[in-house]
């Protein structure tokens, strides 16, 4: 199939950017989204043109460095899959699609599709981890875990931190990521002698890194390519009241 | 940490007054739902003569309504800054008109909240249908007349059903929401609450329309 | 030039111990005046640098990722291995590392593979303890399953996302050293050159992927940790980016580089689709638990699968091996596998692939059962085929997956240039000549956490701090040699792309250095290569400017190591005259077609030398001593 995309091209991060059009001849439906991409690059490349920069590493979903914002939706318009899963049997022949960066003021577009998401990391060093050296921990078994709490933990944990919440929210916020990991480490109980401390100095952190604050439009889940809930907001909500409370 | 200096913090000061303010309008409605029983006027006076509640929940209400305000104000400043250039093209799949709009339902509730207290509060805006001026026939100020004479008017209904329509948008986001910031919500119960928000929005809004409307359409008779 | 392996004496069980009884310490108050590079953040470099910062040295940590949590341990999907016995069905340090070193096919170093059993249980109890929500019981205990064909349950597992958590909880180790300030991040930094200063490693050359500018950094000592090079074939179900250029580059400074030829082919991935596929994905092995693997016994049956009847249908694992059935090995699949589709019985688009069939496992458990089980992976497969894989059959294929060999490193974990020490896949030292389902974590963690923080203390007690600085002449030397080296590259403006380049490059590979090698397709893939790589010096086309983000210079750079490496890796393959776990000579096979060992010429690691651009590489031999265990052929009949 043939395709005409529109997509943003910025030489870098003191570059305004602009969309540019190009066609994407004989796809095939096989073909995964950043493959598509590639074969435009292959071409741009033979033709000297300059190729389209975007970030991309496991290209099976997980490693959380792809990411583009397709036709308006981050990840694309296939849910539950991240932007090296979509395959291009999900468009029809002779779509246009738009392809921009995740957009946010702590994600500075380092070139076209490229971003920094440095600011999700920081907001991990505030807090996102249990304080625990190496060696001398207990029996893996010395700390039972009830199931409940270890798979609602690991529903969380899922987080691959693409940023895509962050993208997809209207105020720019990245609350669905911090909430996961608040989320993950306070349903186990190595997590809670630290979460009250945790949950102050991440979502400070949040707001140190100039995202926007929740405001329950829950675009963050809808767009999630691991399925993190937004329940784990109210989590996170809660354990903040707690740890002012307590 | 200082609660106000966080982002959470803020949205639960916005989500608790909002939810005292959404008290405040289901009370609100329910004493002037009196209006359909022919006895508004006997409603208002049995208020007044509470003076001690009425003050009370004057003097909760109006920092309530302040800080809402400069904290909504606050947010939405800063979550404007944080997508400083906006996409070309965006597809909204979950957040609302109503959701993305609280600050414009805010504004429009505000002025129109000023503009209702002027009204009929400090009767100062029909000076000539003020109901201290005019004592039914029990010798009670005629809230009843205040209100009917005001609302036949065409622009003032219409005034009237522009603030109610903003609270619904304003309130079909807000109710879940605070739920959500506050954590008052479950696995299960929290599609319930978010359906349940609207609804009590969408309730609440054919309460207070009814007023205007049934009025300006002569509907609601003496 | 001889190799000492450094191993303790003593009885197997305590030289571990005995070795860090030996080992020099360094004083809590002189640690901070050392600096530690380590390079890469996946499961190795993410645990040794968090570790190594928690002890007090100052530590770099480099990743070329955006992020540390991006390393490609992040896609390990079964499991991690531990002889806990917590399930009680008899299992024991003892064998665990007996089975790593049947399943490595003899031809990995004892003691190594000794303390990897020993320190397995610490890592699942350090994992606990930073939060990994390992799939628990309803009691709260830790669950296990029997993963890769082992007889015991001694995986620990994390849903299908076992390399994730593992990762993450590895890096937020790392980030709370970054808070406190014990470890600096260098995200998006390719690491270019080892810098050797008077025989030592002392630091490295990185280029910022960001600004393109090319630095050097000083350090006490050096980790690498950057993972292996599957991608050699183009097509692995390695990242896109994962690569050979840090440890292929350190081979060039004079670290002996081991056992190139072991490249690990895992059977069960989804199989190629078409000339676009820019890499290949894995379905995790456990779905040969429960799938059965087949194909029609006629090669000209196109019926769909479910219209073929059970006797036109050759289950062929459990044909062959029916003791272990689907569950054999990697290689033994692998290959058996490849088998079945040279003969033209192959299935899907291109017949080069097999079915894993859950009909049967559907009907016996309800797919219920199933979708709990394997429910994510039935979707990625879904994504990725479109096929609905409870309706009818997987299609899969072995792909490149893991390479065992890498640097050469003594017991310490360090190489032959003092001060460099090699972590995880990048090393060669545990899986031998094939690595079992799960050990990957286990090796890249025990490193990280158990081994590197206690041997790089023994060489930094030897050693003065920071007498390397970024001004001295081998810093300036290194920073030239890769700024030119990346001119040159730019300046070459040819016609065909770096992905062309690479995908001849893998094709060459994976069609004679694959599953199956022979003198003939060895010697042939040692013709083609130079011509290759001659044409890539003459005729890449690498657009853009050094001088910001230059995705096709980053891939530029890996292909030209790719280019000479897979030389290295074809000799090795070459030189080898036996056949051993995932490197199988077709010329040495038993009579019903299984890996031939001969032990009594190639029970050794073999360990290439760099003597410069274009001439022969130096094999040096490192004879495997096997006092504990008794070289058996494998049998998983």
Redesign the interface.
């Known amino acids: 199939m043939n395709l005409t995309l529109y997509v943003w091209r910025q030489k870098d991060a003191a570059d305004t950017g602009q969309l540019v059009r190009y066609q994407a001849k004989n796809i095939s439906p096989d073909m995964s989204f950043l493959e598509m991409l590639d074969g435009v690059n292959q071409e741009l490349i033979t033709t000297g043109g300059e190729p389209i920069a975007f970030d991309s590493d496991c290209r099976e979903g997980i490693c959380g460095a792809c990411g583009q914002v397709v036709n308006g939706v981050p990840h694309g318009p296939r849910k539950l899959t991240t932007t090296c899963q979509l395959h291009m049997r999900n468009f029809r022949d002779g779509d246009t699609i738009y392809i921009e960066p995740f957009r946010s003021r702590a994600f500075p577009v380092i070139k076209d599709l490229v971003i920094d998401r440095g600011s999700l990391d920081r907001i991990i060093q505030a807090g996102g981890y249990i304080s625990v050296h190496t060696g001398g921990a207990p029996d893996g078994n010395a700390i039972l875990i009830p199931k409940q709490d270890a798979e609602t933990a690991m529903d969380a944990a899922e987080c691959i931190g693409c940023g895509a919440c962050v993208a997809a929210c209207p105020n720019g916020s990245a609350m669905l990521f911090t909430a996961a990991k608040v989320t993950h480490l306070a349903k186990l109980p190595q997590g809670r002698p630290e979460a009250g401390r945790r949950v102050c100095m991440m979502t400070e952190e949040m707001l140190k890194q100039g995202f926007g604050n929740c405001s329950n439009h829950y675009e963050c889940e809808a767009a999630c390519p691991k399925g993190i809930k937004a329940r784990f907001i109210a989590k996170l909500n809660r354990e903040f009241v707690t740890a002012q409370f307590t | 940490?200082f609660?106000p200096a966080?982002?959470?913090?803020?949205?639960?000061v916005m989500a608790a007054t909002g939810q005292l303010m959404t008290v405040f309008i289901i009370l609100h409605v329910a004493g002037n739902s009196t209006i359909f029983f022919g006895n508004l006027n006997a409603y208002a006076a049995g208020l007044h003569s509470l003076w001690v509640l009425l003050w009370a929940v004057r003097i909760v209400m109006l920092p309530a309504v302040i800080l809402h305000i400069i904290y909504a104000l606050q947010?939405t400043v800063?979550?404007g800054?944080?997508?400083?250039?906006?996409?070309?093209?965006?597809?909204?799949?979950?957040?609302?008109f109503a959701?993305?709009n609280?600050i414009w339902t805010g504004a429009v509730i505000g002025t129109f909240l000023v503009y209702h207290l002027l009204q009929y509060t400090f009767q100062v805006t029909n000076p000539a249908l003020s109901a201290y001026r005019n004592l039914d026939e029990a010798g009670r100020p005629d809230v009843f007349l205040m209100v009917a004479r005001t609302l036949q008017q065409p622009l003032i209904a219409a005034v009237y059903l522009l603030g109610v329509t903003a609270l619904l948008l304003h309130l079909s986001?807000g109710i879940?929401?605070s739920f959500?910031?506050?954590?008052?919500?479950?696995?299960r119960s929290?599609p319930f609450i978010r359906k349940g928000g609207s609804a009590a929005a969408t309730i609440l809004w054919l309460a207070y329309a009814a007023i205007p409307v049934t009025i300006f359409t002569g509907l609601l008779l003496r | 030039m001889t190799l000492d392996p450094k191993i303790p004496s003593g009885p197997l069980t305590e030289k571990w111990d005995r070795r860090k009884q030996e080992m020099k310490l360094v004083s809590p108050a002189n640690k901070r005046k050392y600096r530690i590079i380590v390079v890469g953040t996946g499961l190795a470099g993410a645990s040794a640098a968090a570790t190594l910062g928690e002890l007090g040295y100052n530590v770099d940590a480099f990743c070329f990722q955006d992020s540390p949590r991006r390393g490609h341990s992040i896609a390990a999907q079964g499991g991690i291995n531990a002889a806990k016995n917590y399930p009680g069905d008899g299992d024991s340090v003892w064998r665990l590392f007996l089975d790593t070193i049947k399943g490595g096919d003899f031809r990995s170093r004892e003691a190594n593979v000794f303390r990897l059993a020993q320190v397995s249980a610490n890592i699942i109890d350090q994992a606990v303890a930073q939060g990994v929500p390992f799939a628990r019981d309803y009691a709260g205990y830790l669950d296990n399953r029997s993963f890769g064909g082992a007889l015991v349950s001694r995986t620990f597992y994390a849903r299908g996302q076992t390399g994730q958590q593992l990762l993450l909880g590895a890096y937020g180790a790392l980030m709370r050293q970054v808070k406190l300030g014990s470890v600096r991040l260098h995200p998006r930094s390719e690491m270019l050159d080892l810098v050797v200063v008077n025989g030592h490693a002392k630091g490295i050359t990185v280029r910022n992927l960001v600004t393109g500018e090319i630095s050097s950094h000083a350090g006490d000592a050096v980790c690498l940790a950057t993972g292996g090079y599957a991608n050699v074939f183009y097509l692995s179900t390695n990242a896109i980016g994962s690569n050979v250029t840090a440890t292929f580059r350190a081979y060039k400074r004079g670290a002996l580089f081991a056992n190139p030829c072991y490249t690990q082919i895992h059977p069960t991935c989804i199989p190629v689709t078409g000339d676009h596929q820019s890499k290949l994905t894995l379905m995790s092995e456990s779905l040969r638990n429960d799938g059965r693997v087949w194909v029609p016994k006629n090669k000209d049956d196109k019926r769909q699968p479910g219209d073929i009847p059970e006797p036109d249908r050759d289950y062929f694992l459990e044909r062959k091996y029916p003791a272990y059935g689907n569950l054999a090995p990697r290689d033994i699949s692998s290959r058996a596998a490849k088998e079945v589709c040279d003969e033209g019985r192959g299935v899907g688009p291109g017949g080069r692939g097999v079915y894993l069939d859950f009909a049967g496992a559907i009907g016996r458990l309800g797919e219920q059962t199933i979708r709990e089980r394997f429910g994510n992976l039935f979707e990625m497969y879904e994504r990725i085929t479109d096929e609905n894989a409870y309706r009818q059959p997987m299609r899969i294929y072995p792909a490149p997956h893991y390479t065992m060999g890498g640097l050469w490193v003594d017991y310490d974990l360090q190489s032959t240039i003092p001060g460099l020490f090699v972590l995880g896949e990048a090393n060669f030292s545990d899986h031998g000549a094939n690595r079992l389902g799960a050990s990957a974590l286990m090796q890249g963690l025990a490193d990280g956490y158990f081994i590197v923080p206690y041997t790089i203390a023994d060489y930094l007690g030897r050693t003065t701090p920071g007498t390397a600085n970024v001004d001295q002449q081998e810093f300036r030397a290194s920073r030239e040699e890769a700024a030119a080296a990346t001119e040159k590259l730019l300046c070459i403006n040819g016609k065909r792309t770096v992905n062309d380049f690479h995908r001849e490059l893998g094709r060459l590979l994976w069609d004679n250095v694959g599953m199956t090698r022979s003198r003939e397709s060895l010697t042939t893939a040692l013709k083609r290569i130079p011509g290759i790589r001659e044409e890539f010096r003459q005729n890449v086309a690498v657009p853009g400017s050094g001088g910001d983000l230059n995705q096709e210079l980053e891939k530029a750079g890996r292909v030209a190591d790719f280019l000479e490496f897979a030389e290295l890796l074809t000799k090795d393959a070459l030189a080898r005259e036996e056949s051993c776990g995932a490197h199988f000579r077709s010329e040495h096979e038993t009579p019903d077609h299984e890996a031939k060992r001969d032990d009594e010429n190639f029970s050794h690691v073999a360990a290439w030398e760099y003597k410069g651009d274009g001439k022969e590489p130096e094999l040096h031999k490192e004879q495997l001593e096997f006092e504990n265990v008794e070289l058996a052929v494998r049998n998983y009949k």
């Open positions: 940490m609660l966080s982002s959470v913090g803020r949205k639960l947010l800063e979550n800054k944080a997508r400083p250039v906006d996409y070309m093209k965006k597809e909204n799949r979950t957040s609302t959701g993305r609280m986001h879940q929401s959500q910031t506050w954590g008052l919500n479950g696995e929290f």
